[in-house]
């Protein structure tokens, strides 16, 4: 199959969805592969590094025209619905229930939309989040660690402590991916670390796989309100799948907290868990509420790209192999979680929590495919 790389258009998007190590494993698999010019480089990945494995370098019209299936990290941004068409396999992520207008150029350009997002096991996992949340929970603990020093505006904690001096608390609101990650890293660093959840099993499995190493508490008001008073670091990880995420930190629990303590709120792409927060951006990543500092990006990952890209691809490889390999119908029909990533085909929209969200149509994959 002729597979193309976009270079992403996005402000502040500097991953890539294919990197030259992933090109080379589907050209030895009989694939060609185009990469736009310049795609790679803010992953460090010039040009010469995809020629190199036998990819072609190519420009932005002839890898969005001559490809059967498109890679991309970010969803298409206005000046690239012009680009899309049928015949096209997009492999990306979309989060169209959020974006009536791309999910209308979806649909009328014929287009095959397959979102990462929504790529699902038969146990509920999402494998193509997954590794975006490892990131991003391991960098909250950094970025609390950073923001904690007095130049920064922190309390001047060392989060590690020294012999002799106490370590700094870090409390961790929900303990899926994001707060693990977030956990084992403040470990790491000589922490203090408490994981708040709600799931008592998710609670037995960190116990099991941090070998008492965290101290975890069930999730309720009273307990936030007590564990956040004498944290340094808060890290918001939390998430109820499709719903914006509780507002578990109020207003009264940031005031009662100490000046210079830092709040990460890495749910803030669910809108948020604490109720002072609102999203911020790689360049200007902080603001001040009642002598809290608040830490919210809305796009984490973004920050290290090279990580970022790697993880991303070392997840979609699979998917893209058997995409390119036996093609979408089959693709589909032999894995589940990959069918429930398509979200429109032909015209149809084939995710139902998609067509639910604005009013349109819904027809099973199975139906649209004719299988
Ligand atoms: N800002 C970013 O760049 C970025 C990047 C990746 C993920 N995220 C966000 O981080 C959040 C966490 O993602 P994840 O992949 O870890 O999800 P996850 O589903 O793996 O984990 C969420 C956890 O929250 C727990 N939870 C739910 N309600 C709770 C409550 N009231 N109290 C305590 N725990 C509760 C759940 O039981 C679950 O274990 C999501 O909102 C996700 O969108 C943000």
Redesign the pocket.
């Known amino acids: 199959m002729r597979v193309g790389v976009a270079k992403e258009i996005k402000s502040d998007e500097y991953r890539v969805a294919l990197t030259p190590a992933g090109a080379l494993e589907l050209i030895k698999r009989g694939h060609e592969i185009v990469v736009e010019s310049g795609a790679g480089v803010g992953s460090a990945f010039a040009d010469t590094l995809y020629e190199r494995v036998g990819a072609r370098i190519g420009t932005v019209e002839e890898v969005w025209e001559s490809s059967e299936l498109l890679l991309k990290v970010k969803e298409p941004v206005r000046a690239e619905y012009g680009r899309l068409r049928e015949g096209l396999t997009l492999f990306t992520y979309l989060h169209i229930a959020a974006d009536e207008p791309l999910t209308q150029a979806l649909i009328g350009s014929g287009v095959t939309a397959v979102a990462y997002e929504t790529v699902e096991t038969g146990r509920g996992a999402l494998p193509l989040?997954?590794p975006?949340?490892e990131v991003?929970?391991r960098l909250s603990t950094q970025a609390g660690a950073y923001f904690l020093e007095k130049p920064f505006g922190g309390r001047g904690l060392l989060l590690g402590g020294v012999p002799g001096v106490a370590p700094g608390r870090v409390v961790i609101?929900?303990?899926?991916?994001?707060?693990y990650n977030a956990a084992i890293i403040a470990l790491g660093l000589g922490a203090q670390v408490t994981i708040?959840?709600?799931?008592i099993d998710?609670m037995r499995h960190l116990e099991e796989i941090l070998s008492g190493r965290v101290t975890l508490l069930m999730?309720s008001t009273l307990q936030i309100a007590s564990s956040v008073e004498d944290a340094d670091l808060v890290i918001g990880?939390?998430?109820?799948?499709g719903a914006l995420?509780?507002k578990?930190v109020t207003r009264e629990m940031i005031g009662g907290m100490n000046a210079g303590a830092v709040v990460v709120d890495?749910?803030?792409?669910?809108g948020g868990c604490v109720e002072t927060s609102h999203p911020t951006t790689h360049s200007d990543p902080v603001f001040v509420v009642d002598g809290v500092i608040h830490y919210c990006?809305?796009?984490?990952?973004g920050g290290v790209p090279i990580t970022s890209t790697k993880a991303l691809t070392n997840a979609t490889l699979p998917y893209v192999e058997a995409i390119a390999s036996l093609g979408l119908r089959s693709a589909v029909a032999g894995d589940p979680a990959l069918a429930k990533g398509v979200n429109v085909l032909a015209g149809k929209v084939t995710y139902e929590a998609v067509a639910e969200a604005h009013g349109l149509d819904y027809t099973p994959l199975a139906e649209a495919l004719g299988l």
């Open positions: 989040l997954a975006m949340s991003a929970g609101i929900g303990g899926g991916i994001v707060g708040l959840e709600r799931s998710r999730s990880a939390v998430l109820i799948p995420a509780p578990l890495v749910a803030i792409d669910q990006v809305a796009n984490m990952p």
